[in-house]
């Protein structure tokens, strides 16, 4: 099983980074899929998530209206569109990927994301 973020970086306020996560070794169109972040110092937070099919998502309030996910259950990707990035936007984000509520549950290695004039 792998998951493979990548789209990090250092980035203005105000700006925006779209982040991707490749996954393998697992059927992901029957997964959940959810974007996770961890500042320094602060425990590891939900960011947005969804369901198997794309339906369904959800946000953190800290993001609702500037943070979109994504899903291609062709390509088996999951995305995460950043707008109007702030500072304390600022962590590794980490793709997550969920099946039974947690009977399967895969984490990636995480991507920096750095917003910062």
């Known amino acids: 099983v792998q998951l493979v973020e990548s789209g990090g970086g250092l980035v203005q306020p105000g700006g925006s980074l779209r982040l991707s996560c490749a996954a393998s070794?697992?059927?992901?169109?029957?997964?959940?899929m959810s974007w996770y972040r961890q500042a320094p110092g602060k425990e590891r937070e939900l960011v947005a998530s969804t369901d198997s099919p794309g339906r369904s998502t959800n946000y953190a309030d800290s993001v609702k209206g500037r943070f979109t996910i994504s899903r291609d259950n062709t390509k088996n990707t999951v995305h995460l569109q950043m707008n109007s990035l702030k500072p304390e936007d600022t962590a590794v984000y980490y793709c997550?990927?969920?099946w039974g509520v947690g009977v399967f549950s895969y984490w990636g290695q995480g991507t920096q994301v750095t917003v910062s004039s």
């Open positions: 997550h990927a969920n």
């Open positions: 070794g697992f059927t992901f169109s029957v997964f959940a």
